[in-house]
């Protein structure tokens, strides 16, 4: 991985699309301890843009809210702030019934997606 992360606190410049570091502290682990989940968390954010594509093809609010309430959950394991609230405001609109606004939100989610995808599956 060669991203630059947050540490201590400190925004890197240019941003990072996750914080390796602050959340591999977060779970007591080191860095060659967090790095396998990495590759989990791929396949699992793959799966969920499945299924969250799936429930908007076929009007399903509700297997869209659940899709993204996993999506924002492991965005969050992995200290993804932009992929993580791109989730919870899809849910948020799912949830509430919003029709409207989804495609939109679901647009956003797939473009944080697609960026912490390319940042995951860097070498």
Do not use: W
């Not at 941003?15 to 790095?35: C, K, P, R, W």
């Not at 989940?37 to 954010?45: Q, S």
């Not at 492991?74 to 029709?99: H, I, M, Y």
């Amino acid at each position: 991985m060669k991203s630059e992360f947050r540490q201590s606190g400190q925004d890197v410049p240019g941003g990072a699309v996750f914080d390796a570091v602050a959340a591999s502290a977060d779970l007591g682990l080191t860095l060659e301890e967090f790095t396998p989940l990495l590759t989990k968390a791929a396949v699992e954010i793959r799966l969920r843009l499945d299924a969250i594509r799936l429930g908007m093809a076929d009007n399903d609010l509700d297997a869209v809210a659940l899709s993204c309430h996993t999506m924002k959950s492991v965005a969050a394991t992995l200290g993804a702030e932009a992929a993580r609230q791109a989730a919870l405001e899809l849910e948020l609109c799912a949830k509430g019934g919003d029709r409207a606004r989804r495609h939109g939100l679901f647009a956003h989610l797939e473009f944080r997606a697609s960026e912490l995808l390319a940042e995951l599956e860097r070498d």
